[in-house]
């Protein structure tokens, strides 16, 4: 009797585990091949090999891009280098990046930048957060941005037990922002399981000097998040689910999803086109490939644009599309006057002309 039990358990556990697996394959696009969709006027921009994770736009067209990001599980092209933030000015004719100098009193070797946000003061002055990865852990590092001198002015570093495994962060004000936290665990291992098991244990946090408190839940992982036109709704890309949430802002920083915009794509970073409010994402349409990354056959790189994201019928549009021949892993697309960049989590970065 104690035999024939303990095959039931075995055999229920190997079927679980095995239906785990084709679920896992099927939330990871793992079957999917990239039907090319690619402007004649763009190409990669050059001085930037080893990621391009996060892209933010200014309205003056100032861009600031990170790289480097050494993510677990990601492949990482340049294992002992810290990560930087790149500027690119939209406004030139043949705009190029230059990399930022970080000023004393911050430690560079340990930089991880991944998500980033820009706030602008009542007398203009430019701050720049950016999440950061210190031999794994999770801050939110505040500078200031010096546009004559091409700097970054190190101000602050923020922890909080609550900022776990922080992926992207949207400001609202001084020291006050949004964050997402793609993963419960931060063991790299549980990781992994939490992603197989699809445990829905992620979050999205608010974070002010005088609160911090999680405002939305349930998510599979938590990914990019941004800021509608109108300040009145955050959309949360829910990245192994393959959607977006649109969530109304409430007087005490709260969040209630109004609805969930389902694609064919797993969704990373997301951007707002500030002339017509679209939300633009940078996707990846065969996550498979970019977690068992291979030279021969890389991760395809993929540019949404949502128009009407709150109407019943949202229209859904390919920017640009490519089976990683010229892009690989691509997390980000950012619009400027009719000029698109795409960043990717640790390729290169491209440009192009609308």
Same mark, same amino acid.
């Given at each position: 009797m104690g035999k024939l039990v303990? *095959?039931?358990?075995?055999?229920? $556990?190997?079927?679980?585990? $095995?239906e785990r697996f084709l679920t896992f394959r099927e939330r990871m696009n793992a079957y999917r091949e990239v039907e090319s969709v690619e402007p004649q006027n763009c190409h990669l921009i050059e001085g930037i090999e080893n990621g391009s994770e996060d892209i933010d736009i200014l309205p003056s067209g100032l861009a600031f891009i990170s790289s480097g990001l050494k993510y677990p $599980?990601?492949?990482d092209f340049a294992p002992d280098e810290p990560g930087r933030i790149f500027l690119m000015d939209l406004n030139e004719q043949n705009p190029r990046v230059q990399e930022l100098n970080i000023s004393d009193g911050f430690d560079k070797a340990s930089f991880n930048p991944h998500g980033m946000s820009t706030f602008i003061d009542k007398d203009q002055t430019v701050y720049l957060y950016v999440v950061n990865h210190p031999h794994m852990d999770s801050t939110v590092e505040i500078f200031k941005f010096e546009e004559q001198q091409?700097?970054? *002015?190190?101000?602050?570093? %923020?922890?909080?037990?609550?900022?776990?495994?922080v992926n992207d962060i949207v400001v609202l004000g001084p020291e006050e922002f949004y964050a997402t936290r793609d993963h419960y665990f931060t063991n790299f291992f549980l990781m992994l399981l939490e992603l197989f098991m699809d445990?829905?244990?992620?979050? *999205?946090?608010?974070?002010?000097?005088?609160?911090?408190k999680v405002v939305a839940g349930g998510f599979g992982s938590a990914n990019g998040i941004t800021?509608?036109? &109108?300040?009145?709704?955050?959309?949360?890309? &829910? *990245?192994? &689910?393959?959607? %977006?949430?649109?969530?109304? %802002?409430?007087d005490n920083w709260d969040l209630t999803q109004l609805k969930v915009i389902q694609l064919d794509t797993l969704v990373d970073n997301l951007t707002v086109d500030p002339d017509t409010g679209d939300i633009l994402a940078g996707c990846h349409p065969n996550a498979l490939k970019l977690l068992m990354y291979n030279t021969e056959d890389p991760p395809g790189s993929e540019a949404l644009r949502i128009r009407n994201a709150l109407s019943e019928k949202p229209m859904i549009s390919t920017m640009y599309a490519n089976s990683g021949s010229v892009l690989q892993g691509s997390s980000v697309a950012s619009v400027y006057r009719g000029k698109?960049?795409?960043?990717t989590v640790f390729h290169k970065a491209l440009y192009c002309e609308l």
């Amino acid at each position: 009797m104690g035999k024939l039990v303990a *095959v039931i358990l075995l055999g229920a $556990g190997l079927a679980l585990v $095995g239906e785990r697996f084709l679920t896992f394959r099927e939330r990871m696009n793992a079957y999917r091949e990239v039907e090319s969709v690619e402007p004649q006027n763009c190409h990669l921009i050059e001085g930037i090999e080893n990621g391009s994770e996060d892209i933010d736009i200014l309205p003056s067209g100032l861009a600031f891009i990170s790289s480097g990001l050494k993510y677990p $599980g990601m492949p990482d092209f340049a294992p002992d280098e810290p990560g930087r933030i790149f500027l690119m000015d939209l406004n030139e004719q043949n705009p190029r990046v230059q990399e930022l100098n970080i000023s004393d009193g911050f430690d560079k070797a340990s930089f991880n930048p991944h998500g980033m946000s820009t706030f602008i003061d009542k007398d203009q002055t430019v701050y720049l957060y950016v999440v950061n990865h210190p031999h794994m852990d999770s801050t939110v590092e505040i500078f200031k941005f010096e546009e004559q001198q091409r700097s970054l *002015v190190y101000l602050k570093t %923020i922890k909080h037990e609550l900022l776990k495994s922080v992926n992207d962060i949207v400001v609202l004000g001084p020291e006050e922002f949004y964050a997402t936290r793609d993963h419960y665990f931060t063991n790299f291992f549980l990781m992994l399981l939490e992603l197989f098991m699809d445990l829905h244990w992620t979050q *999205v946090l608010f974070y002010s000097p005088g609160e911090v408190k999680v405002v939305a839940g349930g998510f599979g992982s938590a990914n990019g998040i941004t800021l509608s036109l &109108d300040k009145k709704y955050i959309y949360v890309a &829910d *990245v192994s &689910d393959k959607n %977006i949430h649109v969530m109304k %802002i409430h007087d005490n920083w709260d969040l209630t999803q109004l609805k969930v915009i389902q694609l064919d794509t797993l969704v990373d970073n997301l951007t707002v086109d500030p002339d017509t409010g679209d939300i633009l994402a940078g996707c990846h349409p065969n996550a498979l490939k970019l977690l068992m990354y291979n030279t021969e056959d890389p991760p395809g790189s993929e540019a949404l644009r949502i128009r009407n994201a709150l109407s019943e019928k949202p229209m859904i549009s390919t920017m640009y599309a490519n089976s990683g021949s010229v892009l690989q892993g691509s997390s980000v697309a950012s619009v400027y006057r009719g000029k698109l960049l795409i960043g990717t989590v640790f390729h290169k970065a491209l440009y192009c002309e609308l």
